[in-house]
């Protein structure tokens, strides 16, 4: 599966933004979706995952309330909705895919289970 980030960008303290992945060369709706990011200095962290159906979420305690996931299987892209932003989410944000087992449903927060990337995007919060 490949997939194609964007939407990143600079936004000050407040604001929002919405990131976008677009997937190709797999059945979407097969695929567990995920958001992950890494800061400069830091190691790659989990945001948000979505089940392939889009009825199950998860999001990190650091996003909760702020970040929404969601996805479109007949546009094959997942999209991260970001606000409230803060200095501390600047990083490059990857979108990742693995098959939707149920063993993704545990296992969702674990950047070695995703089996493609997509190229990352910037993300830059700053006044």
């Known amino acids: 599966v490949q997939l194609q980030a964007s939407g990143g960008g600079l936004v000050p303290p407040g604001g929002s933004l919405r990131l976008s992945c677009a997937a190709s060369?797999?059945?979407?709706?097969?695929?567990?979706m995920a958001w992950f990011r890494q800061g400069p200095w830091k190691q790659r962290e989990f945001v948000a995952a979505?089940?392939?159906?889009?009825?199950?979420?998860k999001y990190a305690h650091s996003v909760q309330g702020r970040f929404t996931i969601s996805r479109d299987n007949a546009k094959n892209t997942v999209n991260l909705q970001m606000d409230s932003l803060k200095a501390e989410d600047t990083a490059v944000y990857y979108c990742?895919?693995?098959?939707?087992?149920?063993?993704?449903?545990?296992?969702?927060?674990?950047?070695?289970?995703?089996?493609?990337w997509g190229q990352g995007t910037m993300v830059t919060v700053s006044s």
């Open positions: 979505i089940s392939g159906s889009g009825r199950t979420t």
């Open positions: 060369g797999g059945t979407f709706s097969r695929l567990y």
């Open positions: 990742a895919a693995r098959l939707n087992t149920p063993d993704a449903y545990t296992t969702y927060y674990e950047s070695g289970n995703y089996d493609d």
